[in-house]
């Protein structure tokens, strides 16, 4: 079954058991990134940016723990843990730090799959279904890249829109900082986080009735942003 290139990362230090999934994973359609360490897995979750990462727990300088608190950090990406560990406790332990599914190694790899699979789709947004979100006065058609306020168009620059859409798209859910630099700006852009406060600011003297106390694109301080309906 192709899933028509989705992204996954494999993170995992045994290297025969690495190209095999991976070998597995392209037969079925899968863009893949590997890494061996910790370290590498966070480099590659913020380059490769996957649709899924597939972790182990047992890596040689970070503990997968580790690896789901940093990439909780600033990426909602679903976290399907991969592990040799049966006890009930570290399951618990890695749905409570952030993973979204849990396999036990020995498994079979038609299971995996489709582990991943439902784990994409779970994380797809629902505005897929609903390109046109209402909030106030506001009407953003997200198929149309268009925003109307008060029944008049708005006028945003690119990066406005970009920036806006992110945060609309994870409505009711806060966007980290690093997350919204890598989808807005692109990877590279990690500590440019005055460019959220400028384009946050001017996103709310156009959007909002009171720039100084907004009802809808909300800071998390030191965290990140959300966008309120």
Same mark, same amino acid.
């Given at each position: 079954?192709?899933?028509?290139?989705?992204?996954?990362?494999?993170?995992?230090?045994?290297?025969?058991?690495?190209?095999?999934? $991976?070998?597995?994973?392209?037969? &079925?359609?899968?863009?893949?990134?590997?890494?061996?360490?910790?370290?590498?897995?966070?480099?590659?979750?913020?380059?490769?940016?996957?649709?899924?990462?597939?972790?182990?727990?047992?890596?040689?300088?970070?503990?997968?723990?580790?690896?789901?608190?940093?990439?909780?950090?600033? +990426?909602?990406? #679903?976290?399907?843990?991969?592990?040799?560990?049966?006890?009930?406790?570290?399951?618990?332990?890695?749905?409570?730090?952030?993973?979204?599914?849990?396999?036990?190694? #020995?498994?079979?790899?038609?299971?995996?799959?489709?582990?991943?699979?439902?784990?994409?789709?779970? @994380?797809?947004?629902?505005?897929? +279904?609903?390109?046109?979100?209402?909030?106030?006065?506001?009407?953003?058609?997200? @198929?149309?890249?268009?925003?109307?306020? $008060?029944?008049?168009?708005?006028?945003?620059?690119?990066?406005?829109?970009?920036? %806006?859409?992110?945060?609309?798209? &994870?409505?009711?859910?806060?966007?980290?900082?690093?997350?919204? %630099? &890598?989808?807005?700006?692109?990877?590279?852009?990690?500590?440019?986080?005055?460019?959220?406060?400028?384009?946050?600011?001017?996103?709310?003297?156009?959007?909002?009735?009171? #720039?100084?106390?907004?009802? &809808?694109?909300?800071?998390? #301080?030191?965290?990140?942003?959300?966008?309120?309906?």
């Amino acid at each position: 079954m192709s899933v028509d290139g989705n992204r996954v990362l494999v993170v995992d230090d045994d290297a025969g058991l690495v190209r095999a999934l $991976a070998i597995n994973l392209r037969a &079925h359609g899968w863009d893949v990134t590997v890494a061996m360490t910790g370290t590498e897995a966070l480099d590659a979750a913020a380059s490769a940016r996957p649709d899924v990462i597939l972790l182990d727990l047992g890596l040689p300088d970070l503990s997968g723990f580790e690896v789901i608190a940093g990439v909780r950090g600033w +990426s909602a990406v #679903p976290i399907v843990v991969l592990s040799a560990r049966q006890l009930g406790d570290d399951k618990v332990d890695a749905l409570d730090a952030g993973a979204d599914d849990y396999v036990t190694k #020995p498994f079979a790899m038609n299971e995996l799959l489709a582990r991943l699979r439902a784990a994409v789709r779970r @994380a797809q947004p629902a505005e897929a +279904s609903e390109p046109v979100v209402e909030a106030g006065d506001l009407r953003i058609d997200l @198929a149309r890249r268009r925003v109307l306020r $008060a029944g008049q168009e708005v006028r945003l620059s690119p990066t406005e829109w970009s920036l %806006l859409e992110v945060l609309v798209r &994870h409505r009711g859910r806060m966007v980290g900082r690093l997350q919204l %630099l &890598h989808d807005v700006w692109g990877p590279a852009y990690s500590a440019e986080t005055n460019y959220l406060r400028v384009y946050t600011a001017q996103l709310r003297r156009k959007l909002e009735d009171d #720039p100084a106390n907004p009802r &809808h694109i909300i800071t998390q #301080p030191g965290m990140g942003y959300l966008f309120e309906v």
